[in-house]
């Protein structure tokens, strides 16, 4: 209990420090919103009486007290651009950005642990070197390249699939190959080390020496115990999605929090950069939390060290 | 140690006991007496990344055409006078690769820069002097990670505005953390060695213990993660190039090619697709790098 406790704390902790590491950043963003927001032809007047109901002209220290406050009830502002609540315009395209990441992280998890186990099990063998290689391809390719080579073989050149959108299924397909492709790289490396090491173990030699059939071997002794750490990849991974969604939405010309951001950023809208990115970050930090919770109950010695 | 079992395995194959021992071990060839920088593992990227190099430091000698030169053939696909074809405004699209080599290569290369000194300052310091400062540094740090890379990399970008200087700090300082814990984690391991109390016994100093006894024995796993690190760096400065925080000039580099050529992928498919291989061949060459790098430095990291 202690141990959760201490982990909670430690979560809380860095999401305050994550709120600030924000504002501060936005701070010192150049250039004056207010004479965004008023548009082309507005006189200084205008632009001043804006920047006043914007809030921009007060010192540093107010308007953070003041996005601190907001916060604590849930309130992310208002976007510049729009006018509406930030949250408004965030709940509407997060949906988008978790079914991508979702799918994504399945796509990963499904390629990186099934072939990490299949190198690991042939090691030094041609299976092996092909995994790799190809893994080694997948890591070292900008998520962008992967997605515009998918777009140009399966919209393009075979016209099976949409290229760009969202709503249907048919238009998630492609974001999600090449987010998840471009993460199970990592994932395959950890897993086949992960395999290799437990092969090297004593009680693997010893079930073999008793005359336990080889597949029986790696499903209920070599799995069990070398997938336990792979869960913490899990937080990693989740991680290296939430960046590439942004990309890839991007890219795809998706609906999503990464897309909303990338907009955001073009028109300065501050309030809508602040709130994508710390959903995003918050979103993060509670999956890594959730990860070394379960990590604790699944394997108990992790609970004596914390 | 599994060669040395494979080759036994070789004398007396028959052995029963043997087999089950060696099931899982890697068994292969005797290794030929080539010298480590011509296997093809290691020849191979440091060509690539050779020729790169030649083309970041003198474009004009290499390129066919100057990269600014509008010719007639809007879009027209590679031939024998255009290899890899042209863009939207009938410049040579190999030409401009050519000259955004330099971008790239020296976005990457000083982004590392920025993140290892950084990076490799704070985890100096954290492992070093311990305890109270430790503990905050390390916070600091999880604060840092607790946004993810490309995220904090667009927020730092776009607080500093468009240009190569604050790209490169951008994805430097996105880098920092990585870099500052694998410092950290070598100075703890090191620092509790008896020469560190030795020199100390002998009347060194704190200052030239941590430069001539602690940081010698940081440099080469802080070698392999730079190594590797420029790979991550360049994909990182490519994506945002490719949203479009990236620098805009004549002479663009890989990734805002990509983006321009994104717009005409039903019509050209060398304009985006061409400039992405160049991205991949080189984060492809510097991971294999620092793979054969890590292989040698830190055997217990050897697959």
Known sequence: MRFVLHRLAAAALVVFGTVTLIFAALYL??????????????TEESIARIRELLGTDRPFWAQYADYLAGLAQGDLG????TQEPV????????????????FASVVAMVAGVLLGIVAAVNRGGWIDHAIQSVMLFFTSMPSFWLGILLILLFSVTLQWLPAIGSGSFAQLILPMACLGLVASGRLMRMVRNSVLDVLDEQFVVTARAKGMPHRLVLFRHVLRNALIPVVTLLGILVGELLSGAVVVETLFARQGIGRLLVDAVGVKDIPVIQGAVLLASISFVLINLLV??????????????? | MGERLASLDDIAPDLPARRI??????????????????????????????????????????????????????????????????????????SLMIYGARQSLLMGACAVFVGGLVGGLIGLAAGYAGRRADTVLMRLLDI??????????????????ASLTNTILAVGLVTVPRYARVMRAQVLTVRSRNFIEAARASGCSEASIVLRHVLPHTLSPMLVMATLGVGSSILI?????????GVIDDRPDWGFLLSQGRNYLTVAWWFASLPGLAITALVISVNMLGDALRDRFDPRMRT
């Open chain 2, 144 to 161: 840092w990670m607790s946004v993810p890379d490309i995220l904090l990399a667009i927020i730092i970008a776009a607080a500093l505005g």
């Open chain 1, 29 to 42: 963003l150049p250039g004056d919103p207010a004479v965004l927001v008023a548009g082309e032809n507005a």
């Open chain 1, 78 to 81: 208002m976007s510049f651009a």
């Open chain 2, 237 to 245: 400065g490519a994506a945002l190039s490719f949203i479009g925080l």
């Open chain 2, 21 to 94: 021992a060696t099931r899982w071990r890697w068994s292969r060839r005797p290794r030929l007496l080539v010298p480590s920088w011509l296997r093809p593992g290691i020849a191979l990227p440091l060509a690539v990344m050779a020729a790169m190099l030649a083309c970041a430091i003198v474009p004009d000698w290499i390129a066919p055409f100057d990269p600014t030169d509008m010719g007639d053939a809007i879009l027209s696909p590679p031939d024998a006078v255009h290899w890899f074809g042209t863009d939207h405004f009938g410049r040579d699209v190999l």
């Open chain 1, 292 to 306: 070394d919770l379960s990590y604790s109950v699944i394997d108990p010695r992790v609970r004596a060290e914390g």
């Open chain 1, 87 to 102: 949250t408004v315009r965030l709940w509407a395209q997060f949906p988008s950005t978790i079914a991508l990441t979702l």
